[in-house]
């Protein structure tokens, strides 16, 4: 029985456990990136753990997400990462060099590799041939360190494309038919490996786009082959010696198949408020729009931007549309330039934005009340776009070229035009000027790290008390996403301040939440989060649980917590407990006492399951813990930033 290409490469870097999919095992990491946003908790944390070295073969720390500087808090940011960086061997990519995932494929990918990254899109990676995954900062400083990354050995799901792409119809419709057939729920634990001979003739960034928004669904990541596509990127990208083939075997077993014909692939959009929200364009035609941006990870390449130039070349932007830009990076800005795609865009009436998130994580360019937004990003959370009344549509390059041609939801098809074919250049244009590259080892030593006033400590949890003794601080529904307990946005500032981003926490949802669960805490009582289903999805921001941590949460009891974010939890010293009956949400009301005595002893034992209380009636209320021996260990400590400081020891 042979091996998928998943399995290949995971089998080549396992240093834990025994590849048995569904459970846990421990991965060598060859590559990690960083963004500004988590970064700098994932250096502080590096740096507590004490190491003098990073032990990766390499690693980046990018600068993408909060590069406005409305106050002095990002730029002391910048300092800080810059100088950890030239202290520990990393390299910089400083702000306005573009997106860490945009980046780190032109510039730093390989196949066969592994990559972590503290940013849920790492994925993007997998464009290239690469195990890419997304986590929290702390298992990537803990990376950074030489230590295992620890994972559910997947299940790989095998999407089998054929056919050909007609025109007008674009890889970002491939992403979204896929979350159709398999949905934002349920493919926990998955990968998404691609096959098939409609994979021929996707390029890199193509594949790059599937793979960063396969995110959505919740998978740990999706992974394309290393071929003569992947080869003529790096090719382009000057790397070509960095090309290995890589494929599954011919008879690799995979746990189920997807079929996608792409020749019947429809272009598609994301309706308000979730990725996995799908309807045909077609559905939606004639839905005045009032703004559009092209830009984010997902679609934001140099092919993306030249063919929207091309679209709107000699037009002009209806006066009722607001139009922008954001290259994904400066290569792709400066070939925009070179190539006259940047003057037929500013001359249809585009707003050029930086090579970076901005609009997508929601601190610029928020749309107008009760707005149609149409993007070309990955996520349409309610509120994300920083306007919580907005409808924000998440589509392609080109469908959100039409809607800007027409100032409504059209079938690019529909359009008239002639589609503009734009193929991915021969060469790219190198220019790594932006990006600052380690110092040899005997310069590092005198440098000083940088701290600014917004730069506080990690903060650091308890050991796990032996009973759990706590009050139901707040109780949300289903599908809350990170977004929703930490909001980006104006709020990312922060990031470096968890005292001052704890304030905060939930701030969509309760306001109150923050000073009720202090209050809490400083009268020595357990905070405790009652949530619904697939709780914590979205992105891999650690400060969803690092935050609720600092106010004194020591368990959330859901139906459901995502992937990432339950690792973040464990990370934090925060018990996530899952209800045996999903019924008994419905008994734990806000503000109830929350009882669980012996939680120490039952984590100690490996018990599955826990009796909770509710300190009134005599309803027991069943919860699930299905923690690995290495989790239960960490849960104990208080959080893996003690156990790794104590295994240290
Ligand atoms: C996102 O797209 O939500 C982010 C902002 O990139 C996050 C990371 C963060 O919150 O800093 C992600 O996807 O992990
Ligand atoms: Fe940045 Fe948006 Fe991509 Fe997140 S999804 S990394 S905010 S561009």
Redesign the pocket.
């Known amino acids: 029985m042979g091996y998928t290409l998943t399995e290949k490469i995971l089998r080549e870097h396992l240093v834990d456990g025994s590849y048995e999919p569904g459970t846990e095992i421990g991965i060598r990491i060859d590559q990690t990136l960083t963004?500004d946003a988590t970064g700098t908790m994932a250096y502080l944390q590096f740096e507590s753990m004490g190491l003098s070295d990073i032990a990766t073969d390499l690693s980046v720390s990018y600068v993408?997400?909060n590069t406005i500087q409305v106050g002095f808090e990002n730029a002391d940011d910048h300092l800080y990462l810059q100088s950890i960086a030239e202290k520990y061997g990393i390299y910089f990519s400083r702000p306005g060099n573009g997106?860490?995932?945009q980046v780190h494929l032109e510039r730093f990918g390989r196949p066969g590799k592994t990559l972590l990254g503290s940013?849920?899109?790492t994925p993007t990676g997998g464009g290239l041939g690469m195990v890419a995954m997304g986590a929290g900062g702390l298992d990537v400083a803990v990376a950074m360190g030489g230590g295992a990354y620890y994972l559910t050995c997947p299940r790989v799901i095998n999407v089998h494309l054929t056919g050909e792409l007609r025109p007008w119809v674009t890889a970002k419709d491939v992403v979204l038919q896929t979350l159709c057939n398999l949905s934002v729920k349920g493919n926990v634990g998955s990968v998404c490996e691609y096959t098939g001979p409609g994979i021929d003739k996707l390029t890199v960034p193509e594949r790059a786009t599937i793979a960063n928004m396969g995110a959505e669904t919740g998978v740990t990541t999706s992974i394309f082959p290393s071929d003569q596509q992947t080869r003529r990127f790096l090719a382009a990208q000057g790397r070509e010696d960095q090309w290995i083939p890589l494929a599954p075997d011919a008879d690799a077993v995979y746990d189920r198949t997807i079929e996608i014909d792409l020749s019947e692939v429809e272009p598609l959009m994301a309706a308000p408020h979730s990725p996995g929200n799908i309807v045909p364009v077609s559905q939606l035609k004639g839905t005045p729009v009032d703004q559009v941006m092209v830009?984010?990870?997902?679609n934001s390449s140099y092919v993306d931007l030249m063919t929207v130039a091309e679209m709107t070349r000699g037009r002009s932007l209806p006066w009722n549309v607001c139009f922008g830009v954001a290259p994904g990076s400066r290569q792709v800005l400066r070939m925009i330039t070179r190539n006259g795609g940047l003057d037929a865009l500013i001359a249809f009436g585009a707003r050029i934005l930086e090579s970076s998130?901005g609009f997508?994580?929601g601190n610029s360019m928020s749309p107008k009340t009760g707005s149609v937004s149409v993007r070309t990003?990955?996520?349409n959370f309610k509120g994300r776009s920083g306007t919580p009344s907005a409808n924000v549509y998440l589509a392609s390059p080109v469908v959100a070229a039409a809607a800007a041609l027409t100032g409504e939801i059209t079938d690019p098809r529909e359009l008239g035009l002639e589609f503009p074919r734009v193929e991915m250049p021969e060469k790219f244009q190198i220019d790594d000027s932006m990006i600052i590259p380690p110092l040899p080892a005997e310069k590092r030593a005198p440098i000083e790290i940088l701290r600014g006033p917004n730069i506080g400590e990690p903060p650091r949890n308890a050991p796990l008390p032996g009973d759990l003794a706590g009050v139901v601080t707040i109780k949300v529904e289903d599908n809350i996403t990170t977004d929703h307990i930490m909001p980006a946005g104006s709020r990312l500032k922060y990031r470096s301040n968890v005292p001052k981003y704890a304030t905060f926490v939930f701030e969509p949802l309760d306001q109150e939440f923050p000073a009720r669960a202090a209050d809490l805490r400083d009268k020595g009582r357990h905070n405790v989060i009652v949530a619904g289903l697939s709780y914590g999805q979205g992105?891999s921001r650690e400060h969803a649980a690092m935050c609720p941590m600092y106010l004194g949460v020591r368990a959330v009891v859901a139906k459901s917590i995502e992937r990432i974010h339950a690792a973040n939890l464990i990370n934090f010293g925060i018990l996530p407990l899952s209800f045996s009956d999903e019924s008994d949400y419905d008994l734990l009301r806000q503000g109830a006492e929350i009882l669980i005595p012996g939680i120490r002893q039952a984590v100690e034992r490996g018990d599955q399951e826990v009796i909770a209380s509710d300190g009134q009636s005599n309803r027991e209320i069943r919860l699930k813990m299905n923690f690995s021996s290495r989790q239960r260990k960490i849960l104990l400590a208080g959080g893996l930033l003690p156990y790794t400081v104590a295994q240290g020891d």
Do not use: L, Y
Request: glycine share 4%.
């Open positions: 963004q993408d997400h997106i860490c995932h940013d849920s899109h830009g984010s990870c997902t998130c997508c994580i990003s990955n996520r992105s």
